[in-house]
């Protein structure tokens, strides 16, 4: 049992605005709201009220695209440095990826592998998706019977042998089943093809434009169409993971307008870097669909913006320097993906403050994703009843992001040296504060998020 507590803040995100309140909360949830200054109450001592001044305090911002690779590749990134690493950057809850994990979450028995990992190594949320490769649609009850949050597919290799892609026939297959249980069939769209003449040499050497002339826009927006005909075909709820080309913007819209369940999500390095400024040789940049052009990913930001676009992720797929190929810059044989948790936040701010309003942004990581997950009635707002999960930060705050600083397992980033703004001041998960950027992280009080 936690003794009610409570926290006040000139700004606390509520009803769709900013205002001052004291919110009051009491065994991980909130238990009342009382808008105003905090000067009136006595019933209660004031004492046990945490001012926060005029810091932000919103709903726990939400990344449900993340790659923590337990059990199997812990070397790369497991769940206690990654959720302490979420925790710093404000995250309350994450959501797994069925790669790069070995066994992959590909079954019940390897997602009961997955569950047994966690134990005593989660210091924020955190949910799991389920995966489908070639020969496992039988899996998928099982998997869904057990709590899996989405089905997630590559439509183009994965980088992992044990995570074949599918294609239309195994999608044809598994559909109907995940449509039955209206949870989200996740989709990397890339459907590549052959007659992209891609100069491996280059891309060996370390050339950036040449790696990203080898995932064309036009993969991508294939991919995309062939969801949108399949989500219709079946009514299944479809989500397309970090949209990087703009030119399939058009296609989520109409099929939106049309009514149909799909949802799309765009990742913080496809707003925070344009393809123009990458250095050559520089892996850590290295990831699939790429990083594109800043005109394309000025579309992205606008995107978010009008709606076309739901919210914002990491994707954050670490790998150690080796694997990373920092020392040699090959980008054809370093792993693709971008160790990027402990920032998504702070970062996609920074991209985005001269392009949404601060009402406009604080929805892409709090109610949306909430909603997506369809825990809108537990998280994503603040309201009496909701999961006493908060990120408190200052907008206007900048800070720089240091090695030192690091949690994920490897200290290696494009972000680190960078200048953020967004400072986190303090996250909280079901009533504790898990960070506070003076006393540090306070372990152990991440729970297992299971579909009911
Ligand atoms: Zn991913």
């Known amino acids: 049992m936690q003794k009610k507590s409570a926290i006040h803040s000139k700004r606390c995100w509520i009803e769709n605005q900013l205002q ?120 998928l009850e099982g998997l869904i019977e057990a709590g899996v949050l989405g089905i997630k597919a590559f439509l183009t290799h994965s980088g992992i042998p044990d995570f074949p892609n599918v294609g239309r026939k195994e999608l044809e297959e598994a559909m109907p089943i995940i449509a039955k249980y209206q949870i989200p069939l996740l989709a990397h769209c890339e459907l590549s093809d052959e007659t992209v003449k891609t100069d491996w040499n280059k891309i060996a050497a370390g050339n950036y434009q040449a790696y990203l002339q080898s995932r064309p826009k036009r993969w991508e927006n294939e991919a995309v169409k062939l969801m949108i005909e399949l989500c219709e ?34 990742c913080a390095h496809y707003l925070y870097f344009n393809a123009e400024t990458i250095p050559n040789g520089n892996t850590l940049f290295k990831c699939a669909p790429p990083i594109r052009n800043r005109a394309n990913n000025e579309q992205l930001k606008e995107a978010l913006k009008s709606g076309i676009l739901d919210f914002i992720t990491s994707d954050h797929s670490p790998a150690p320097p080796s694997i990373k190929e920092l020392e040699s810059g090959n980008l054809q044989k370093a792993w693709g993906g971008i160790s990027s948790l402990q920032y998504v936040f702070s970062a996609a701010w920074t991209s985005l403050k001269n392009t949404l309003t601060i009402e406009e942004f604080i929805p892409l990581f709090t109610s949306h994703p909430a909603k997506f997950l369809g825990m809108e009635d ?66 152990g009080f991440g729970k297992r998020i299971l579909n009911k």
């Open 20 to 139: 001052e309140a004291t919110i009051f909360f009491e065994n991980g949830k909130i238990t009342e709201i009382v808008k105003g200054s905090s000067s009136t109450f006595d019933s209660f001592n004031s004492n046990n009220i945490i001012d926060f001044g005029t810091a932000l305090v919103m709903s726990g911002a939400m990344d449900v695209h993340v790659h923590v690779n337990e059990p199997g590749r812990t070397e790369w990134e497991g769940f206690d440095t990654a959720t302490q690493a979420a925790a710093v950057g404000g995250i309350t809850t994450i959501v797994d990826m069925p790669l790069n994990s070995s066994p992959v979450t590909t079954s019940a028995t390897a997602f009961k592998q997955k569950l047994d990992a966690t134990n005593g190594k989660l210091h924020v949320n955190c949910g799991f998706y389920g995966g489908l490769v070639p020969d496992n649609v039988g899996e």
């Open 233 to 266: 075909k079946y009514t299944c709820p479809v989500h397309i993971v970090h949209v990087s080309s703009a030119e399939a913007l058009q296609e989520i819209a109409a099929a939106k307008a049309k009514g149909l369940p799909i949802t799309a999500e765009t």
């Open 378 to 443: 537990q998280k994503g707002t603040l309201q009496k009843g909701m999961d006493a999960d908060f990120t408190i930060w200052s907008p206007e705050e900048s800070f720089e992001v240091l090695q030192k600083d690091n949690r994920h397992r490897h200290s290696i980033s494009p972000y680190i040296g960078e200048r953020l703004f967004g400072k986190v001041k303090s996250t909280y998960v079901g009533g504790v504060e898990v960070f506070n950027y003076q006393t540090g992280l306070k372990k």
